[in-house]
């Protein structure tokens, strides 16, 4: 049971990778796909379906998306498809009044990732829905695409396409069919060029025809002089490994992914994808930049207010006052909580944060408050605040400093106790429970003092929620906040 549990487990896995990359099958065939799956009541399934962009759509609605059986026309495709494990093919069938091809092929997987062996039995079946249009003529260009088409089903059906190593990264500006597209035979020469791909390496810098010249030779006489250059590019321009590269010369850049064509376990050539992403990548850098910019800025934030907490901390030590003392660390506390969100935020590449980082550096500001009253104070966390846009964490980061810190100095009045914090978040919603075993509110009211009202703007005014204080039956006090999220 073990064995089939995991079986089915790599059989999904294996679908999830061949949804992500079978849109390349759908734009060179000129066709739609269907991949279907068969359950145990004998119904055929339809769990994706893939338009090209070469070409008109048969599907103006999802095929996947009915929950309904397969249409009758296919049924006997199907039917012989899954009961061989072999292709099947239809010359000409009417789908919503157009005429169209139908060809089923079976989907098998590898064994594993280290073994390029296919497992016996398909795992699904493609279906392939060609219009025919008769004032269509075949040209080079569609002969070449459709050839690469079948070739990369015929690998669908052996387990071999698509591939274990493929690069499984989103990366911007990821070649596609029409972009540009180049046939390597088995040494590295090129044997078919589509214009845009013969346009993108002119404009590289590779003057003439690349049919009839090795890809990798023309493409090195342009790099040559160039300080960076991907390691794994030769592997690319050779079609030897399944991977992307980025080409420069001194005004473009080329993305380029390769695919390995392999007929019975062996390289018989490749494909080569390319397209022009000079603009993309000079926006990349700008961005990578701007972050560096924006992340100084915070690093030196954080210092010009670590150094404005040092002043007041030194300020504090030389005053005879007892109430300027006071108020000059509790100034301090509240300027190093700002710094404490600056600092983390010149740690990350955007404006968002983790706050329970955040809130845990805050509690050690609770720590040096209880060791200067001589108290023994445990905080205890349960729940998770989760990621926050600056906007919010910054004025939080003041407001909980300044209840958790009341609740030390005032609600626990120099005696070891428990500072108990709650956070529950909904999409919606963060909400905010700090409780402590102290004393509890004086009168059962509410002082008015600065801490107070700097936490009542905070809350109510920047942040636009809600806080509420007061002492529950058992003791102590609890200040209960919510936050709008969205």
């Known amino acids: 049971m073990k064995k089939h549990g995991q079986s089915v487990h790599a059989d999904i896995e294996w679908l999830h990778l061949l949804i992500s990359e079978w849109q390349l099958i759908a734009d060179l065939s000129m066709a739609d796909l269907v991949l279907w799956v068969r359950e145990s009541t004998g119904k055929f399934y339809a769990i994706s379906n893939a338009r090209p962009s070469s070409a008109p759509t048969l599907f103006y609605r999802d095929i996947s998306s009915s929950s309904s059986d397969a249409p009758k026309q296919w049924q006997a495709g199907l039917e012989q498809a899954f009961s061989t494990g072999e292709a099947f093919f239809l010359a000409s069938e009417v789908f919503d009044g157009i005429k ?27 279906s392939r829905h060609t219009k025919i249009d008769a004032t269509i003529q075949p040209n080079k260009i569609s002969i070449n695409y459709l050839r690469a088409a079948n070739d990369l089903l015929e690998m669908v059906a052996h387990g071999q396409y698509p591939d274990f190593n493929s690069p499984t990264g989103s990366k911007r500006g990821a070649p596609r069919a029409n972009d540009g597209l180049i046939r390597l035979d ?47 590019l030769p592997l690319v321009l050779t079609g030897r490994a399944a991977w992307r590269a980025d080409i420069e010369s001194a005004t473009l850049t080329l993305s380029l992914r390769a695919i390995p064509l392999k007929a019975d376990g062996r390289r018989v050539g490749a494909l080569v994808l390319c397209r022009d992403v000079t603009e993309l990548r000079r926006q990349e850098r700008e961005l990578i930049t701007k972050d560096a910019t924006i992340r100084e800025i915070h690093h030196r934030v954080k210092n010009n207010l670590q150094t404005v907490s040092s002043l007041l901390r030194m300020q504090s030590r030389r005053s005879e006052s007892e109430e300027i003392r006071e108020s000059l660390d509790q100034a301090m506390r509240r300027v190093s909580a700002i710094a404490l969100v600056h600092d983390t935020l010149s740690e990350g590449v955007n404006q968002d944060l983790d706050f329970d980082q955040v809130f845990d550096r805050v509690l050690q500001l609770t720590g040096e408050v209880a060791a200067s009253h001589n ?78 009202q700097i936490i009542r703007t905070l809350i109510e005014g920047e942040l636009r929620g809600t806080i509420k204080w007061f002492s529950p039956r058992e003791g102590g006090t609890k200040v209960s906040i919510s936050l709008p999220l969205a």
């Open 186 to 232: 088995e040494d590295g020469d090129v044997i078919f060029a589509s214009p845009n791909g013969v346009s993108a390496f002119n404009r590289l810098g590779i003057d003439g025809e690349l049919e009839g010249r090795s890809l990798a030779e023309a493409a090195t006489r342009v790099v040559k002089d160039s300080n960076s250059v991907d390691e794994s």
């Open 375 to 452: 108290t023994t104070v445990r905080t205890l966390v349960d729940g998770k605040f989760g990621q926050l846009r600056s906007e919010i964490a910054t004025p939080l980061a003041v407001a909980l400093t300044e209840i958790v810190t009341n609740a030390v100095e005032h609600g626990l009045a120099n005696r070891s106790g428990v500072v108990l914090v709650n956070a529950v978040r909904n999409p919606k919603r963060l909400n905010i429970d700090v409780s402590d075993n102290g004393e509890g509110l004086k009168n059962g009211e509410l002082g008015v003092g600065l801490g107070t």
């Open 100 to 126: 169209s091809r139908l060809e089923v092929v079976p989907v098998r997987r590898r064994a594993s990732s280290a073994n390029e062996d296919a497992v016996e039995a398909p795992v699904a079946f493609i």
